[in-house]
């Protein structure tokens, strides 16, 4: 059996015509790769800071009148805070580089995976922030099990002890260039030019242009 004379004029697979990328998804795509490449960053001094922070923290509260059991549960709390806080923003700054990719490459899938992104590490910077910079107006007595407002006081000077102020200084600049990043990813990946370059198809199915 012969197969039939398929019509040369009317392709079965889609015809994409190629568009010239918008200046705005190449600002975007770039903006996702350096965003993401600052977040590494900020999310690799939270882990590796961590660890002294919390062991400096034990050692002042206990000098503040803590008990040594409460200060454990406390600073484990505190690792909690700054480890699980630390690696959320790793993973979703290493996701943003292969979506800045697919941002480049006209990826519809990566523009709203950019900006499900850009969401949530705003969101995981305001966290961090929270935790590092805002991190004596916590009640950290809470994770000893029990609330004390005079250990709680205690705590929220250890913990500022504690805290260097360089990493302060250092985190919260990283967490302000990457959430400016994303917030100029947001704005960018939502114009009318950016949505038309990312959906725009041309598809010709029985002689009809969709």
Do not use: K
């Not at 107006?137 to 504690?162: E, K, N, T």
Request: proline share 4%; aromatic share 6%; net charge neutral.
């Amino acid at each position: 059996m012969f197969d039939p004379i398929e019509d040369p004029t009317q392709p079965y697979d889609p015809v994409i015509i190629p568009r010239r990328r918008p200046v705005a998804v190449t600002v975007a795509g770039m903006a996702l790769y350096s965003a993401g490449a600052v977040g590494i960053i900020a999310a690799l001094a939270v882990l590796a800071t961590a660890g002294a922070v919390v062991d400096d923290f034990r050692e002042r509260a206990v000098a503040l009148g803590v008990s040594s059991v409460d200060a454990a549960d406390i600073g484990r709390g505190i690792r909690t805070a700054l480890v699980s806080s630390g690696c959320g923003a790793l993973a979703l700054a290493v996701v943003s580089l292969p979506l800045a990719r697919g941002v480049m490459r006209r990826m519809e899938a990566a523009r709203i995976g950019a900006l499900v992104v850009a969401g949530a590490c705003l969101g995981c910077g305001l966290v961090r922030t929270s935790v590092t910079a805002f991190g004596t107006s916590v009640d950290w007595s809470a994770a000893a099990g029990h609330r004390d407002p005079a250990m709680a006081g205690a705590a929220a000077q250890a913990f500022a002890d504690a805290m260097p102020g360089w990493f302060v200084g250092l985190n919260g600049g990283l967490t302000d260039l990457t959430a400016l990043g994303y917030i100029a990813v947001a704005v960018l990946l939502v114009t009318r030019q950016s949505r038309e370059y990312f959906r725009t198809r041309v598809v010709w199915y029985a002689g009809q242009l969709e």
